[in-house]
């Protein structure tokens, strides 16, 4: 209570959690004593229970004997109403246990749980299911407080489509669109330094900082039917004719926008990655191909509108990306 504890730390200690069953949990320490000096049984006590520096025995001694003043009964009553919260905490667990199975999974070292269904749930069983989660995959929540839970619940509920708690003793909880996913933390690593690099004219380009290639090639003549169609996303093509050279071949900047083919006006490139559900850690390393300023293709993604084939191409430019993944 003095920390702060939730419905199942005020429930106290249970008689029986796992394999373990505690048997003195509900007699007093006044009768186990009487018990022991009437059978001459000899008994070890803990000296730190008797030391200051530790919160339970400042509780023990001073804050008890405080609260006995005004209520002598206190112990009693004080473990009436944890044998009520205990029943209630079992009541909700049994819920969560059902719930577990439908909206939690494991695969390999992590933990998910989907996030839709976490997000419409009373927060009386979400927040034991991000703890259930969290103590099925990390084995204890010793570390654990409410503003870790908080800050889950917070994360399913809210708008943002992904980003990361950071949890104790090198664990975090990472969110996407779907998912909520507990295991090891991993630092993200670092944002690829900015490149930039011009071609005057169909060639292979290699870029240094990736170790990536872009080949460009020109195909000569009225472009066949097959070419509008994309099979293979490393590939792209657009009309030659309606480039402006050179190209510039860079990686993503603050506040570049971009106009996809299918789609009218412009999106930011950052919420085109967004919606590709692309990895932060990896945009800053996919390239971008422009002309006069305007994007002509997302690497292996999307090429933009104003350079699409159409009836009237005459020439087209084949851009192909390799060594990608994405």
């Known amino acids: 209570m003095i920390r702060g504890a939730g419905l199942g730390g005020l429930a106290g200690i249970p008689f029986k959690r796992g394999p373990f069953i505690r048997p003195l949990i509900r007699i007093y320490r006044p009768e186990i004593l009487r018990y022991l000096k009437s059978r001459n049984v000899p008994f070890q006590e803990d000296l730190s229970n008797q030391d200051l520096r530790y919160l339970r025995a400042r509780v023990r001694h001073h804050l008890i004997p405080e609260l006995e003043k005004y209520s002598p009964s206190i112990i009693a009553q004080l473990n009436q109403t944890a044998a009520l919260l205990e029943k209630d905490e079992q009541y909700l667990q049994e819920k969560v246990d059902e719930l577990a199975g439908k909206i939690i999974s494991c695969s390999g070292d992590s933990i998910t749980i989907r996030r839709s269904e976490l997000a419409e749930l009373p927060q009386a069983l979400s927040s034991r299911l991000i703890q259930k989660a969290v103590f099925n995959r990390i084995g204890r929540l010793r570390h654990i407080r409410a503003v870790h839970i908080l800050s889950i619940l917070k994360a399913a509920q809210g708008s943002r489509e992904q980003g990361r708690v950071i949890l104790p003793d090198g664990?975090?909880?990472?969110?996407?669109?779907?998912?909520?996913?507990?295991?090891?933390?991993?630092?993200?690593?670092?944002?690829?330094?900015?490149?930039?690099?011009?071609?005057?004219?169909?060639?292979?380009?290699?870029i240094p900082e990736t170790g990536e290639k872009i080949v460009f090639k020109k195909i000569q003549g009225p472009p066949n039917p097959?070419?509008?169609?994309?099979?293979?996303?490393?590939?792209?093509?657009?009309?030659?004719?309606?480039?402006?050279?050179?190209?510039?071949?860079?990686?993503?900047?603050?506040?570049?926008?971009?106009?996809?083919?299918?789609?009218?006006?412009?999106?930011?490139?950052?919420?085109?990655?967004?919606?590709?559900?692309?990895?932060?850690?990896l945009r800053s390393h996919i390239p971008l191909v422009l002309s006069g300023g305007e994007i002509v293709w997302i690497a292996g993604m999307e090429i933009g509108r104003a350079f699409s084939l159409d009836p009237q191409s005459s020439r087209v430019l084949e851009m192909k990306y390799l060594n990608m993944e994405i």
């Open 226 to 281: 097959s070419l509008f169609f994309r099979k293979d996303k490393k590939i792209a093509r657009v009309d030659f004719d309606k480039l402006v050279w050179p190209l510039v071949i860079r990686n993503p900047r603050p506040g570049d926008r971009f106009r996809p083919l299918g789609m009218k006006g412009s999106k930011k490139v950052s919420r085109f990655f967004i919606d590709r559900k692309i990895p932060r850690a």
């Open 171 to 206: 664990w975090s909880v990472r969110w996407n669109r779907n998912t909520l996913r507990v295991a090891p933390a991993i630092p993200d690593p670092e944002p690829m330094k900015r490149f930039t690099c011009e071609i005057d004219g169909p060639r292979e380009v290699l």
